[in-house]
């Protein structure tokens, strides 16, 4: 009769002392300007055209209506240029334009920023003012629409000279949301949380953004407040892009939610573009290993004890061996075989979710060879 020499043993696997390891939430930053291309009309009055560009340069072009720029009786604004293709005039002026209300989202943004929320016939006022084109200011009634799941969308308006009633301007603009989405993946602390993004932007996903940042906890509100540090991340063309330090509050009556402003000092979110500096990022992490109610993301580090190393018994069964497996239900186990104790190319055989105290496991008998087991738990 063939004889078996078995060698059992036990230990933690990679556990070796108290620990708290990465965790991943899901990250969606806006722009609050708008990116605008040019907008073509054609004159009532002559059938001339008329160009116009919206542009936060003092020199050159960038499509941006900015939140508050020029002035705050409207919530958005830039400067624009006019240009006249029969009489080959030029004109600057200003534009202010209020994006229309559309509601909010579950994490208590403004839908109209929102890709994933639509706008339909959305009305808000605003205001044309121009040096030359018109005797002063002409108000506005834009026309806002965006279909659900798209990041571009149209805004129209017709612009009339109060000293001409024969003469209006119909202008369709095409408008873009800068949106970029990613994971946030992030490593809790009881002073601040490290973390790093990989974001891509809406509807063009080759511009990327990606890199570390870290938020400091408030020292009075360490669950709800905290603070971001200023640092660097690289886009597609691994350029720079800097930002400063903002605010981040927790929303309370959502639970699961951050939210800050991201504030860029160089470089360009946007890509081939200046301007677009201020963003908001929105975190969202459902994390939450105590169940307190309070995520991962902003709670305590939860220190997850190893489990204890398991008790093995082993017995001859009809055809086949009986290992007896004692240890911390709910944890992993993993055996390994080997066939001489000279080696050390452990072989794994079985990995399995402890779900009793004990837990049988059956294994081949080996055939006409020593063979040698452990059991690891994690």
Not at 26 to 34: D, K, V, W
Not at 138 to 159: D, H, I, V, Y
Not at 253 to 273: I, Q, R, S, V
Not at 356 to 377: I, K, M
């Amino acid at each position: 009769m063939k004889k078996i020499f078995v060698l059992l043993a036990a230990g933690w696997f990679l556990c070796p002392m108290p620990s708290h390891g990465a965790e991943t939430a899901q990250a969606r930053m806006y722009c609050l300007s708008l990116q605008f291309q040019e907008a073509i009309a054609i004159s009532s009055y002559d059938g001339s055209q008329w160009s116009l560009d919206l542009t936060t340069l003092s020199s050159g072009i960038n499509g941006e209506l900015a939140p508050y720029f020029l002035t705050t009786s409207y919530t958005h604004s830039a400067y624009v240029q006019l240009y006249n293709d029969l009489w080959g005039m030029s004109d600057q002026g200003a534009i202010g334009l209020n994006v229309p209300d559309a509601g909010t989202n579950a994490e208590g943004y403004p839908d109209f920023f929102d890709v994933s929320q639509g706008v339909t016939n959305l009305t808000g006022s605003g205001v044309l003012e121009s040096q030359y084109f018109y005797a002063g200011a002409a108000a506005l009634e834009a026309a806002w629409n965006r279909a659900a799941g798209s990041s571009t969308g149209t805004c129209s308006f017709s612009a009339y000279d109060p000293d001409n009633p024969y003469f209006s301007l119909q202008f369709n603009f095409a408008f873009t949301l800068l949106e970029y989405t990613g994971p946030l993946s992030y490593t809790p602390g009881s002073n601040s949380v490290s973390a790093a993004v990989n974001l891509t932007q809406t509807g063009a996903p080759a511009n990327t953004l990606q890199g570390p940042i870290v938020f400091d906890k408030s020292s009075t509100d360490r669950f709800n407040t905290l603070t971001n540090e200023p640092g660097v991340w690289t886009d597609a063309a691994l350029q720079p892009v800097v930002f400063t330090n903002n605010l981040f509050l927790r929303n309370t009556t959502l639970g699961t939610n951050y939210y800050g402003y991201m504030e860029f000092t160089a470089g360009d979110p946007n890509p081939g573009e200046s301007g677009y500096v201020v963003w908001v990022l929105s975190i969202d992490d459902t994390n939450d290993a105590n169940g307190n109610g309070i995520p991962d993301f902003s709670d305590d580090p939860v220190t997850v004890a190893p489990p204890r190393p398991p008790l093995l018994a082993l017995a001859l069964g009809p055809g086949h061996l009986l290992l007896t497996i004692s240890g911390d239900v709910g944890h992993t186990n993993v055996i390994q075989e080997l066939n001489s104790l000279t080696a050390t190319n452990w072989q794994k055989m079985l990995t399995l979710l402890l779900t009793n105290d004990p837990q049988v496991v059956s294994l081949p008998l080996p055939s006409g060879r020593t063979a040698f087991w452990r059991v690891l738990a994690q």
